[in-house]
């Protein structure tokens, strides 16, 4: 099984990576619990780089990733420009295929 990824929050650099991005909300409560994790930071730099931040190297569960939401605010806020280090945004990976019954003719 792959995630789906997903971020939370609105993040304005994502979409200016294409001509006519757009923004998708989904509630959290959407999703069983147990279907989310999390990292601070898009996944590949937030298990690779090491700066000795305390959120570094770690995949979180959805209340532990509000926990270090309140600690540490949404990067895409504090980090806008990348100026900050890698981390733009919390990179969600939901581990569900949801079933949709098929197109009837």
Known sequence: MVPHYMIIGECPWLREWYQDGRTVKIAMDAFHPLTLSFTYGDSFPAMRVQDGKPYRGKVYTLSEIMEVIREYGLPQ????????????????QIWDDISLPEEQD
């Open 77 to 92: 806020i504090w980090n806008a420009d990348g100026q900050n280090g890698p981390e733009r945004y919390i990179e969600a």
